[in-house]
């Protein structure tokens, strides 16, 4: 009776690990700060981008692989990036906010 009993405990214990699932930590921070992160899962086309918080954030990727970019409140956006991956690994990223593309254009009719 006592051996069923830690059968049925070990069982338990497995479906617990199991039904937690697997989950990788990564701390987002941006340059400027606040921006607001979206990140998506990959390896499937019915994955699509979430907001996810804004910066500086904790968060919990539950993705194999997922890629993430951020965007500032006057609507210019990162790069995006892939999310550090693995079960229960930790990782930092970081966006950087690209400079404004100067544009030169003059109206003047060309020259001969």
């Given at each position: 009776?006592?051996?069923?009993?830690?059968?049925?405990?070990?069982?338990?214990?497995?479906?617990?690990?199991?039904?937690?699932?697997?989950?990788?930590?990564?701390?987002?921070?941006?340059?400027?700060?606040?921006?607001?992160?979206?990140?998506?899962g990959c390896g499937?086309?019915?994955?699509?981008?979430?907001?996810?918080?804004?910066?500086?954030?904790?968060?919990?990727?539950w993705y194999t692989?997922?890629?993430?970019?951020?965007?500032?409140?006057?609507?210019?956006?990162?790069?995006?990036?892939?999310?550090?991956?693995g079960c229960g690994?930790?990782?930092?990223?970081?966006?950087?906010?690209?400079?404004?593309?100067?544009?030169?254009?003059?109206?003047?009719?060309?020259?001969?």
């Open positions: 009776m006592f051996d069923r009993f830690r059968i049925r405990i070990a069982a338990l214990a497995l479906t617990a690990a199991f039904g937690a699932g697997c989950a990788t930590h990564v701390a987002m921070t941006s340059d400027p700060s606040p921006a607001t992160v979206y990140a998506k499937r086309a019915s994955y699509q981008w979430r907001a996810v918080g804004n910066t500086p954030l904790a968060y919990k990727s692989h997922e890629i993430a970019f951020a965007k500032w409140s006057d609507g210019v956006q990162s790069a995006v990036q892939d999310l550090p991956g690994a930790e990782g930092q990223t970081h966006f950087v906010k690209p400079a404004a593309a100067s544009v030169s254009v003059t109206n003047r009719p060309a020259t001969r």
